[in-house]
């Protein structure tokens, strides 16, 4: 007959799963590749252009010696090649083969190896870690920015009192130097604005707004050490101020504009509802654009700023543009960034007495550099990355007839990267140099061949094997 125990059924408790050393090993090594490549500038003024050089060799030779192991073995997946971004990978190859009509070879060619390495890089980190592991990398990456700025801003502050030069090097007493020239100018403390470790405002501005999307992601997606996630933030939010970056307040105005649209999209309950919101939000687009473009001499000069976004369509825009209409269908020659000791580009811009790198406008550059080709495919790169990563984040996850599945946070993300990227393209090259070609394929792969967050093919669980797997964002 039946007996009443006291004795559970259910498996006895045990410890919750923890990651092997290898994929935390994985990870770490992320987190440098994502640190060196955000902070490229910092490496080089700490190291010098050897130094810098030597940086991305070895990091290209340790993705190789990791990365191949890991195709032979088909770990953690199979490499999904047919979902490469081919528009991005195109546009690195017409890179290449640019050298054959370059106008200045030597610096197609040296620019090109940081073009490849930073692709490389991209994709193996996009391939080998989850959409957790990437955002999780992420923000170690940023927050390592931003304490190192911190010491940094504040030992320059309180013990030099006075700017530093590359390596550490202090200003000569009783010498003139222009101040564009200086790592760090030592205005923590006195109200001016500030570089960190990166040695430039702008730059520094828009990884703070970086920082602060994804330390809100994690914050929203219920991350564990949530208070130290509001300290980053606000840390982030002080850089973000004091660096006093009118591109970035632009940047970080879009980021919450799309955010804020997404979350609107997601409450939507049926279409003819969600074709109102996007009317809505087109139209809000429009009106502020104009406003914006009616307002900009006023807003620039509230900024600090001067009309022609400080001597970019006057001084630079114009020249490049002028240079571009000479080869306008295949350009004149890859080279991001341009190579200032090279005859071609020394002295051709200088602002403050320094020879221009860049034509502080991505889609100028790309003009300038692969003609009109380049440009439809750098559209089509980005285009298609802002495409799918709207819908990534709009979109509830879905495989099969369940429909109610709750949405994740991180999906959020990409969108919001992709606007900040598109919005700092206006009044600057970075988005496809560095970092923000880094973004563009990592984020491009990723959403092409995972678009769940979770589930899929390079996820921990597979749905056609396993079913749906419940992940908590550690």
Request: aromatic fraction near 12%; charged fraction near 15%; charge should be positive.
């Amino acid at each position: 007959m039946a007996q009443y125990t006291k004795h559970p059924v259910a498996a006895l408790p045990a410890p919750p799963e923890r990651e092997s050393t290898g994929h935390l090993m994985l990870r770490a090594y992320a987190v440098t590749v994502l640190f060196a490549t955000f902070a490229h500038s910092a490496v080089y003024n700490l190291l010098g252009e050897v130094g810098a050089g030597i940086v991305l060799l070895v990091f290209t030779l340790a993705t190789a010696a990791i990365g191949v192991p890991m195709l032979a073995r088909n770990r953690p997946q199979p490499f999904a090649w047919r979902r490469l971004p081919w528009a991005a990978l195109g546009y690195t190859a017409l890179a290449l083969v640019s050298v054959a009509w370059s106008q200045w070879r030597g610096p197609t060619l040296l620019t090109w190896a940081l073009l490849a390495s930073i692709t490389v890089n991209a994709l193996f980190i996009a391939h080998a870690l989850t959409w957790h592991d990437i955002v999780r990398a992420l923000s170690s990456a940023f927050k390592w920015i931003l304490g190192l700025s911190l010491l940094l801003e504040l030992w320059v502050s309180l013990f030099v009192r006075g700017p530093i030069l590359p390596n550490f090097f202090m200003v000569p007493v009783g010498e003139e130097i222009d101040p564009q020239w200086y790592w760090v100018r030592g205005n923590l403390l006195d109200g001016g604005r500030v570089q960190g470790i990166v040695g430039n405002a702008n730059l520094l501005a828009v990884i703070c707004v970086f920082a602060i999307l994804t330390f809100g992601i994690l914050f929203a997606a219920r991350a564990r050490r949530r208070t130290m996630l509001a300290l980053w933030m606000l840390v982030a939010a002080f850089f973000l101020f004091r660096a006093s970056s009118a591109t970035a307040y632009a940047s970080a105005a879009a980021a919450v504009v799309v955010l804020v649209a997404a979350l609107l999209m997601r409450r939507a309950t049926t279409p003819g509802h969600r074709t109102r919101i996007y009317v809505v939000c087109v139209a809000a687009v429009v009106v502020g654009g104009a406003a914006l473009w009616a307002l900009q001499g006023p807003l620039l000069t509230l900024l600090g700023r001067s009309s022609d976004l400080t001597g970019r369509s006057d001084l630079i825009w114009g020249k490049v543009l002028e240079r571009a209409g000479t080869h306008p269908v295949f350009g004149n020659g890859f080279s991001s960034p341009w190579v200032p000791t090279d005859p071609a580009f020394d002295g051709w811009i200088v602002d403050h007495n320094i020879t221009v790198f860049h034509a502080h406008n991505m889609w100028l550059d790309v003009l300038l550099q692969l003609g009109a080709v380049g440009v439809v495919l750098m559209a089509v790169a980005y285009l298609s990355l802002l495409w799918r990563s709207w819908f990534l984040a709009v979109d509830r996850p879905r495989w099969d007839l369940q429909a109610d599945r709750p949405y994740s946070a991180l999906t959020l993300l990409p969108s919001l990267f992709t606007v900040v990227l598109l919005v700092q393209g206006y009044a600057e090259s970075t988005p496809i140099m560095l970092w923000g070609w880094m973004l563009l394929v990592l984020l491009s792969f990723k959403i092409k061949s995972v678009p769940l967050v979770g589930v899929g093919l390079s996820e921990r669980a597979r749905v056609t094997d396993h079913g749906e797997r419940r992940r908590r964002v550690p």
